[in-house]
T-cell receptor, first 115, second 110 residues
Framework: GAGVSQTPSNKVTEKGKYVELRCDPISGHTALYWYRQSLGQGPEFLIY????????DSGLPNDRFFAVRPEGSVSTLKIQRTERGDSAVYLC?????????????FGPGTRLTVL | SQELEQSPQSLIVQEGKNLTINCTSS?????LYWYKQKYGEGLIFLMM?????EEKSHEKITAKLDEKKQQSSLHITASQPSHAGIYLC??????????FGTGTSLTVIP
């Protein structure tokens, strides 16, 4: 595809449920980032993949959050036992190489609402 | 916690006026990026600055990175309604993690 895509665009779930958010990066981009953005705030770093491996997952808030990128392209962010505080827009970005010299291309985000 | 501080938090200007947004870091930056975001949309890349003293321009938007690489400013000349949105500075501080500022909301009144 031409850009980064994310699905679904909106997700409404109930507290305690499990959700998966998908990110399709730009073809050939080895670096992939997940961010969480709450209303009125800048994006908050969650995790960074270089290829298939998570190079830095220190931004994941707790062990309910997990992300994978098994083939080095598509990534899935998984949230277990969702809480109302997880409600936010989840952004994915990809770049052609590691941060420090390459712009990140962002997807439109997935708006997660936990009731 | 936010590694980058942006000011002002919001700005309302009359069309045609100039404006400046600032981004300050307590640490030396490996690279400073400016993005623009419209409500409900992803971030759009504007500019990247890496060298101290570097200045880049695109149309009516100019960004500078100070010599010590700890502060950047974004200047818009003769603002237009199309400039409205949220401006975010972002930086690679650690080499892996990428931090964003809190954002500056810009409203341009026709």
């Amino acid at each position: 595809g031409a850009g980064v895509s994310q699905t679904p665009s909106n997700k409404v779930t109930e507290k305690g449920k499990y959700v998966e958010l998908r990110c399709d990066p730009i073809s050939g981009h080895t670096a992939l980032y997940w961010y969480r953005q709450s209303l009125g705030q800048g994006p908050e770093f969650l995790i960074y993949f270089q290829g298939t491996g998570a190079a830095d997952d220190s931004g994941l808030p707790n062990d309910r959050f997990f992300a994978v990128r098994p083939e080095g392209s598509v990534s899935t962010l998984k949230i277990q036992r969702t809480e109302r505080g997880d409600s936010a827009v989840y952004l994915c970005a990809s770049s052609s190489r590691a941060s420090g010299g390459s712009e990140q291309f962002f997807g439109p985000g997935t708006r997660l609402t936990v009731l | 916690s936010q590694e980058l501080e942006q000011s002002p938090q919001s700005l309302i200007v009359q069309e045609g006026k100039n404006l400046t947004i600032n981004c300050t870091s307590s640490k030396t930056l490996y690279g400073l990026y400016w993005y623009k975001q419209k409500y409900g949309e992803g971030l759009i890349f504007l500019m990247m600055l890496q060298k101290g003293g570097e200045e880049k321009s695109h149309e009516k938007i100019t960004a500078k990175l100070d010599e010590k690489k700890q502060q950047s400013s974004l200047h818009i000349t003769a603002s237009q309604p199309s400039h409205a949105g949220i401006y975010l500075c972002g930086a690679d501080v650690t080499g892996n993690q990428f931090y964003f500022g809190t954002g500056t909301s810009l409203t341009v009144i026709p």
